[in-house]
């Protein structure tokens, strides 16, 4: 029972660790009498072992059919490379069968494994089925095949196989042939379909770091900006994501998606912008969008798809760190939410969002308290985590309290591709350890079926995702596995010897710890979402913002920031700056000082919105920091008045005032939302109050009256003149009828002038209009004349008072005061 808990990583228990010690003692009796006896002689498979660690290097590059059945031919193909200073003579490439092994602790024990042993790696097949090489100079290579058939393998029973390749040669000063290197591998002998197969679910994650900005266009559609188009190198032919797609095509997987990729991409199949310096440029990569989008479409049909929350939160540090600061879980609900709606609006399938995956399956009760609050009832959790003490591998599903089941993974084959898979030889000994495994585990118990659930690394590298299909090919024959999906497995009757305890937050390992987002990635993420909530309420169409920046926050809680600390505070900083940058759109205009003359008057603010769409549910206050020489409103410190802007236009806002002293009052303009948070920066000027006193009054009103009399002595004057005036004129007309013969030439000529030219008097007969008309339009010639010519009327006029008197070179006076800010001629 114990192989299988010591597999897993878990530490054996107290009583097993005494056993240990207690065998150790035992065995070492014997051990400290050989030492006293002296050393023996090396044996000849020791010698063998030190001749192999002399630097020969064998490299299996391919091995087909990765699960032979009878019948088979088993090819074997890759590299010897002479790493040591001596020349390899008589080099002979063999394939050796070695011992089976029965247990999964057995399997990693034989990988371990160093030096060649000859109980251990067993006899070569020899005859026929070699490779020579005849001469191996130092630092030289050599490529080999070998096809063997597989009833020549001895091959017996049904289970996992040691199988070697080894180079054996000479070195000069050796007499005979030795093992110089030697590869080990397993091969899966199942020639017939197992009585209770395994069912096997494998996760299949498509699943990318952020890349959509919370920027968007002005336009109606808000064209999306993306940070760069790395997303795009992964799309193309033979990028990591187009390679995920293509080989889960053909592949019994469950699809676990970031709906946050697949909403992207979808942006990238129309018009997008990407981010150039400060500016952005048109984004080139519809084609290859599209292309992807279409492949993956038609490759989940028919598949269950598994929707993580939008983003894919990390929900240990959300655990760990992000609990700690108000707000940050209230992110994982909605963001469910739009995953499910998003995966169903872009690939017309219903996903499930019942599963939460904590990084690399490690669980304590905070994260699955985390996990569980957006809703989901099952966690994804690893056996490295949940340790098993039992002899055999467990099926996945287990509850572990409040309704809530773990989904166990089996810690080794979802660890098995995560290294360097870019040598085809890592690959191939991947492949065959991951089918021994999977092997091993139906043979633990043989009578009894069981569910086993497979989930690797979230964002594998195009050579990892190319072995995972290789070792899934492997098992496409079906003897030992029958493919299974994740709803399927996590319904699966659990055994109920299997562990149900989340181990505790002490135990959480502390390497994945140091990777979790710190407390104050948590506090960044809270100032964001709170400037958010203070503009979404001022704006007409707040969808418009509302959308990109919750996005936006969610993917600052990737999981995919663990191990990127830089790049992670990189994107917090933008997403918060240019949402900055749209508040202070709708700002208050800087006014210069103001003086005011006078008990009251009017002050008036100017509020701007730069932005493409109204704001409303705004007040403006303004506070006057010295009301006893200025209030505001009547009698108050404080006005207030409502705020509602259209689109690229601005509000003058206007307050009256009124004076009570002299002196400078500070005034302070600030913006309010209606539920009383203050938006954006006060703005700050001075009033000069100047008070008019009644002193001053009775100065200005003793000037005003100064000036009337004035005019009415002005006045007086003229009409004494123009009477003198008209007495001279009647005197001058009595003499000019005595002289008759002057008179008739006046008349005959039509144009009668006196001596010294003036024109004759309107009153003679010979110039009595022919209508009142003309002698009203004659009359007012006649008057500007004299109006210019400074004189009164001439002689012959009407007396003072009668309708055809001169008018008077001046208005009628008035006895009121002038009004405010008029201007008096004088």
Same mark, same amino acid.
Request: net charge negative; charged share 20%.
């Given at each position: 029972?114990a192989?299988?808990?010591?597999?897993q990583?878990?530490?054996?228990?107290?009583?097993r660790?005494?056993?240990?010690?207690?065998?150790?003692?035992?065995?070492?009796?014997?051990?400290?009498a050989?030492?006293?006896?002296?050393?023996?002689?090396?044996?000849?498979?020791?010698?063998e072992?030190?001749?192999?660690?002399?630097?020969?290097?064998?490299?299996?590059?391919?091995?087909?059919?990765?699960?032979?059945?009878?019948?088979?031919?088993l090819?074997?193909?890759?590299?010897?490379?002479?790493?040591?200073?001596?020349?390899?003579?008589?080099?002979?490439?063999?394939?050796?069968?070695?011992?089976?092994?029965?247990?999964?602790?057995?399997?990693?024990?034989?990988?371990?494994?160093?030096?060649?042993?000859?109980?251990?790696?067993?006899?070569p097949?020899?005859?026929?089925y070699?490779?020579?090489?005849?001469?191996?100079?130092?630092?030289?290579?050599?490529?080999?095949?070998?096809?063997v058939?597989?009833?020549?393998?001895?091959?017996?029973?049904?289970g996992?196989?040691?199988?070697?390749?080894s180079?054996?040669?000479?070195?000069?000063?050796?007499?005979?042939?030795?093992?110089?290197?030697i590869?080990?591998t397993?091969?899966?002998?199942?020639?017939?379909?197992?009585?209770?197969?395994?069912?096997?679910?494998?996760?299949?994650?498509?699943?990318?770091?952020?890349?959509?900005?919370?920027?968007?266009?002005?336009?109606?559609?808000?064209?999306?900006?993306?940070?760069?188009?790395?997303?795009?190198?992964?799309?193309?032919?033979?990028?990591?994501?187009?390679?995920?797609?293509?080989?889960?095509?053909?592949?019994?997987?469950?699809?676990?998606?970031?709906?946050?990729?697949?909403?992207?991409?979808?942006?990238?199949?129309?018009?997008?912008?990407?981010?150039?310096?400060?500016?952005?440029?048109?984004?080139?990569?519809?084609?290859?969008?599209?292309?992807?989008?279409?492949?993956?479409?038609?490759?989940?049909?028919?598949?269950?798809?598994?929707?993580?929350?939008?983003?894919?939160?990390?929900?240990?540090?959300?655990?760990?760190?992000g609990?700690?600061?108000s707000?940050?879980?209230?992110?994982?609900?909605?963001?469910?939410?739009?995953?499910?709606?998003?995966?169903?609006?872009?690939?017309?399938?219903?996903?499930?969002?019942?599963f939460?995956?904590?990084?690399?399956?490690?669980?304590?009760?905070?994260?699955?308290?985390?996990?569980?609050?957006?809703?989901?009832?099952?966690?994804?959790?690893?056996?490295?985590?949940?340790?098993?003490?039992?002899?055999?591998?467990?099926?996945?599903?287990?509850p572990?309290?409040?309704?809530t089941?773990?989904?166990?993974?089996?810690?080794?084959?979802?660890?098995?591709?995560?290294?360097?898979?870019?040598?085809?030889?890592?690959s191939?000994?991947?492949?065959?350890?991951?089918l021994?495994?999977?092997?091993t585990v139906t043979?633990?118990?043989?009578?009894?079926?069981?569910?086993?659930?497979?989930?690797?690394?979230?964002?594998?590298?195009?050579?990892?995702?190319?072995?995972?299909?290789?070792a899934?090919?492997?098992?496409?024959?079906?003897?030992?596995?029958?493919?299974?999906d994740?709803?399927?497995?996590?319904?699966?009757?659990?055994?109920?010897r299997?562990?149900?305890?989340?181990?505790?937050?002490?135990?959480?390992?502390?390497?994945?710890?140091?990777?979790?987002l710190?407390?104050?990635?948590?506090?960044?993420?809270?100032?964001?979402?709170d400037?958010?909530?203070?503009?979404?309420?001022?704006?007409?169409?707040?969808?418009?913002?509302?959308?990109?920046?919750?996005?936006?926050?969610?993917?600052?809680?990737?999981?995919?920031?663990?191990?990127?600390?830089?790049?992670?505070?990189?994107?917090?900083?933008?997403?918060?700056?240019?949402?900055?940058s749209?508040?202070?759109?709708?700002?208050?205009?800087?006014?210069?000082?103001?003086?005011?003359?006078?008990?009251?008057a009017?002050?008036?603010?100017?509020?701007?919105?730069?932005?493409?769409?109204?704001?409303?549910?705004?007040?403006?206050?303004?506070?006057?920091?010295?009301?006893?020489?200025?209030?505001?409103?009547?009698?108050?410190?404080?006005?207030?008045?409502?705020?509602?802007?259209?689109?690229?236009?601005?509000?003058?806002?206007?307050?009256?005032?009124?004076?009570?002293?002299?002196?400078?009052?500070?005034?302070?303009?600030?913006?309010?939302?209606?539920?009383?948070?203050?938006?954006?920066?006060?703005?700050?000027?001075?009033?000069?109050?100047?008070?008019?006193?009644?002193?001053?009054?009775?100065?200005?009103?003793?000037?005003?009256l100064?000036?009337?009399?004035?005019?009415?002595?002005?006045?007086?004057?003229?009409?004494?003149?123009?009477?003198?005036?008209?007495?001279?004129?009647?005197?001058?007309?009595?003499?000019?009828a005595a $002289? /008759? !013969?002057?008179? +008739? %030439?006046? &008349?005959? *000529?039509?144009?009668?002038?006196?001596?010294?030219?003036?024109?004759?008097? $309107? /009153? !003679?007969?010979? +110039? %009595?209009? &022919?209508? *009142?008309?003309?002698?009203?339009?004659?009359?007012?010639?006649?008057e500007? $004349?004299e109006?210019?010519?400074?004189?009164?009327?001439?002689?012959?006029?009407?007396?003072?008072?009668?309708?055809?008197?001169?008018?008077?070179?001046?208005?009628?006076?008035?006895?009121?005061?002038?009004?405010?800010?008029?201007?008096?001629?004088?």
């Amino acid at each position: 029972m114990a192989e299988a808990a010591e597999f897993q990583g878990r530490s054996p228990s107290p009583a097993r660790r005494w056993l240990r010690r207690t065998a150790s003692v035992i065995t070492g009796v014997p051990l400290l009498a050989g030492l006293l006896c002296g050393p023996a002689a090396p044996s000849a498979s020791a010698a063998e072992s030190r001749a192999g660690a002399r630097g020969v290097d064998v490299s299996l590059d391919t091995l087909t059919p990765s699960a032979p059945v009878k019948g088979d031919t088993l090819t074997v193909s890759g590299t010897v490379t002479n790493e040591g200073k001596e020349t390899v003579s008589q080099g002979q490439v063999d394939l050796r069968v070695g011992p089976s092994v029965s247990s999964r602790g057995a399997i990693e024990a034989v990988s371990k494994r160093g030096a060649f042993t000859q109980d251990g790696d067993g006899t070569p097949v020899g005859g026929t089925y070699t490779f020579k090489i005849p001469r191996l100079a130092a630092g030289g290579s050599q490529d080999f095949s070998l096809a063997v058939p597989v009833d020549k393998l001895g091959l017996d029973e049904e289970g996992v196989y040691q199988l070697g390749v080894s180079l054996s040669g000479r070195t000069p000063g050796d007499t005979s042939d030795r093992v110089l290197g030697i590869e080990r591998t397993f091969l899966p002998w199942q020639p017939d379909a197992a009585e209770k197969k395994t069912q096997f679910t494998y996760l299949w994650p498509l699943i990318s770091s952020p890349h959509m900005s919370a920027q968007t266009g002005s336009d109606d559609q808000q064209t999306p900006v993306l940070d760069n188009e790395a997303l795009a190198a992964e799309l193309a032919p033979g990028g990591r994501l187009e390679q995920l797609v293509s080989l889960g095509a053909e592949l019994p997987v469950t699809w676990v998606i970031d709906p946050d990729l697949l909403a992207t991409v979808d942006a990238m199949t129309r018009s997008y912008q990407v981010k150039d310096g400060t500016a952005t440029v048109a984004g080139k990569n519809q084609a290859v969008a599209k292309q992807w989008l279409s492949a993956l479409d038609k490759a989940v049909q028919g598949h269950k798809i598994v929707a993580l929350p939008y983003g894919d939160p990390d929900l240990a540090s959300l655990a760990h760190r992000g609990k700690d600061v108000s707000g940050s879980l209230s992110h994982l609900q909605p963001a469910t939410e739009v995953a499910e709606t998003t995966v169903e609006t872009i690939l017309h399938v219903k996903p499930s969002v019942d599963f939460a995956w904590p990084v690399e399956g490690a669980l304590d009760p905070s994260i699955v308290d985390v996990a569980t609050s957006a809703g989901a009832d099952k966690v994804i959790a690893r056996s490295d985590s949940l340790h098993d003490d039992l002899s055999y591998s467990p099926t996945a599903a287990r509850p572990i309290g409040g309704g809530t089941t773990a989904v166990v993974s089996d810690a080794f084959l979802s660890k098995a591709f995560a290294g360097d898979m870019t040598h085809a030889g890592d690959s191939t000994l991947a492949v065959q350890r991951f089918l021994a495994h999977t092997l091993t585990v139906t043979q633990q118990q043989p009578g009894k079926q069981r569910s086993i659930v497979v989930a690797p690394q979230r964002m594998p590298t195009v050579s990892q995702a190319q072995t995972m299909a290789g070792a899934l090919r492997g098992l496409a024959a079906q003897r030992w596995t029958q493919p299974s999906d994740l709803v399927a497995a996590a319904a699966a009757k659990p055994d109920p010897r299997a562990t149900t305890r989340v181990p505790s937050t002490a135990r959480y390992p502390q390497q994945l710890r140091r990777q979790e987002l710190p407390v104050q990635a948590f506090q960044e993420m809270k100032t964001t979402q709170d400037t958010l909530d203070n503009f979404k309420v001022i704006l007409t169409a707040a969808y418009r913002v509302v959308t990109p920046f919750g996005n936006a926050i969610n993917r600052e809680m990737s999981t995919s920031w663990r191990g990127h600390p830089e790049p992670a505070q990189v994107y917090r900083a933008g997403v918060f700056q240019y949402l900055k940058s749209l508040t202070a759109e709708v700002q208050l205009i800087d006014k210069s000082d103001l003086t005011l003359s006078g008990r009251s008057a009017t002050i008036p603010v100017t509020v701007q919105n730069r932005l493409l769409q109204g704001v409303d549910h705004l007040v403006l206050r303004l506070t006057s920091t010295k009301p006893t020489r200025l209030k505001l409103n009547g009698d108050s410190v404080v006005a207030q008045q409502p705020v509602r802007i259209d689109g690229g236009h601005s509000q003058s806002v206007k307050f009256t005032a009124s004076a009570n002293a002299n002196g400078p009052v500070p005034m302070t303009a600030q913006l309010y939302t209606e539920d009383g948070k203050p938006y954006g920066k006060p703005m700050s000027f001075t009033v000069k109050v100047s008070e008019i006193t009644p002193t001053v009054m009775l100065v200005i009103a003793g000037g005003v009256l100064l000036l009337v009399l004035a005019g009415i002595r002005m006045y007086t004057h003229r009409k004494r003149a123009a009477a003198r005036d008209a007495a001279a004129q009647a005197e001058t007309d009595a003499g000019n009828a005595a $002289d /008759g !013969s002057t008179a +008739d %030439e006046a &008349a005959r *000529d039509g144009s009668p002038e006196d001596e010294a030219g003036r024109p004759a008097p $309107d /009153g !003679s007969p010979e +110039d %009595e209009p &022919a209508s *009142d008309e003309a002698s009203s339009e004659r009359t007012t010639a006649d008057e500007s $004349d004299e109006e210019r010519a400074g004189r009164g009327p001439t002689a012959g006029s009407q007396d003072p008072g009668q309708p055809s008197d001169p008018t008077p070179d001046t208005g009628a006076q008035s006895t009121d005061p002038s009004g405010p800010g008029e201007k008096v001629d004088r």
